[in-house]
């Protein structure tokens, strides 16, 4: 199996509803798996290009994976399994989040906003130090 | 050409799984070698298929994982709960059970 039959499996693994975190689980544990085969082969002397193709028939090809991965219903994702109540509870979901969405930008941007804040505070200072001498100057000129 | 399993082996992996990590803590290519092994190459399995019978076993609880890094890369090390213990007993319970029914079914055919 090539990396490109390994994205393939994933992208179908994803799009049949199985959860992400058992996907990547999957992904992980097979490509060590045909890297133990390949390993395998290769130590009794056979040719790496054999050895990968030998390791890709014991693997298994997408088909079969696919389908060993699909018999596990309990695999997919709440959201598969459960669509209609998905639809009313992420959207809830993100209402509630929204007020929080500043607190969380603001604790992620901390020095960037200490930063400005600083600068802010300066610039009034600033300001307010040349109105003071601008009036000093009037008043007492 | 290897012999493909005959369609009656459905929950046969899951109690070898069960069997083989009551002993020691293995990952899917060591168990799928252990399976071999013990069986005689009796029976096989399509390697990859072994992995959501082992994370279907995990999410019911039979099964516990851990992640471990060996030689820079990280393999993932099953081994059985009490829960998975509870379930292997029944499970060998049930197959000694069918297969002594078995075994007495073909050996006198008559009394069938």
Known sequence: MRRRDFRELEARLLRNGIAPRHVKRTLVELEDHYRDLVQEATDTGVPVEDARARAAARLGDIDSLMAGILSCPELRSWAYRHPRLALFVYPLACLLALPAMPVIAGVDRAPELARWGASFLLAGLFTASMLLVLQLAIVFG | ?112
């Open chain 2, 1 to 112: 050409m290897a012999q493909s399993n005959p369609p009656f082996m459905s929950g046969v992996p899951e109690l070898l799984l069960l069997r083989l990590l009551d002993q020691q803590e293995m990952y899917g290519y060591e168990l799928v070698r252990s399976i071999r092994k013990v069986t005689g190459e009796a029976i096989s399995l399509g390697e990859g298929v072994i992995y959501p019978v082992l994370h279907s076993l995990e999410r019911n609880g039979s099964l516990k994982s851990r992640r471990k890094a060996v030689s820079g890369r990280t393999r993932v090390y099953y081994s059985l709960t009490r829960k998975g213990r509870d379930r292997l007993g029944k499970l060998q319970n049930d197959w000694l059970r069918i297969q002594g029914g078995i075994t007495t079914a073909l050996e006198n055919p008559s009394h069938a």
